[in-house]
């Protein structure tokens, strides 16, 4: 059971994990004087975020019975239609202002070179928890979680997973850094670039692949 919940997981926490405003944050913090501190603020509040989420959604569909003999609750079944439709929702709404959230991206951008670590914690709260696309895949583990039964030992190896999976791709800034100390720097720059002007066809495609996932999940739990 701990292995099937893990597994459940992964394809939302990798949708996390390409959240190309989150990444372009670090990318800003990482090359600005002194931002090792707003750095580290924005990646420990992120995991945090993420996991207060998932966890919170997991304990409710816990409670609600998520999990049964028979498989998972009917319930369970029409979250996941719910879910898919509002990222198909998301999917459109990034798509069809994509040249806007690009022009507001480029503005918030330039306001991280001097970044506090409070205001850092605080942006990482916001892309993990409230934006749109990310708060849905959170509340989807929890839910995907549940459902599965597991003790509790492979619910938390399950979270820890997908919590894991989600800080993924803040990753590649940090190896970046870290790892080409010398050409990095210029590195950054076109990663931050490329993720400003491509953020809303990256989320777009991938809010409309996990809602297709989850909507065949759901029909398939119904059909049974």
Known sequence: MSGQAA???????????LSPLAIVALTVMLVA?????????????????????SVIALLVADGADAGTDAGPARWVS???IVVALLLVLVAARQWRARGREQAQA??????LDDVTVTRAATLAVLLAAVKPKNLLLA?????AVAQVGASAAGQAVAIAVFVVLGTAGLLIPLAIHVLMPE????????????????????VSVLCLIIAAKLLGDALVSLAG
Not at 192 to 201: F, G
């Open 7 to 17: 597994g459940d997981v992964v394809a939302l926490g990798l949708g996390v994990a």
């Open 33 to 53: 004087p002194d931002g090792a501190r707003p750095a580290s603020a924005f990646v420990g509040a992120w995991v945090l975020s993420l996991s207060l989420v």
């Open 78 to 80: 029409i979250v996941k």
């Open 106 to 111: 480029n503005g918030w951008v330039r306001k």
């Open 139 to 143: 509340i989807g583990a929890g839910v």
């Open 183 to 202: 050409r990095g720097g210029a590195l950054l720059t076109r990663l931050r670039d490329w993720m400003v002007r491509e953020n809303a066809a990256i």
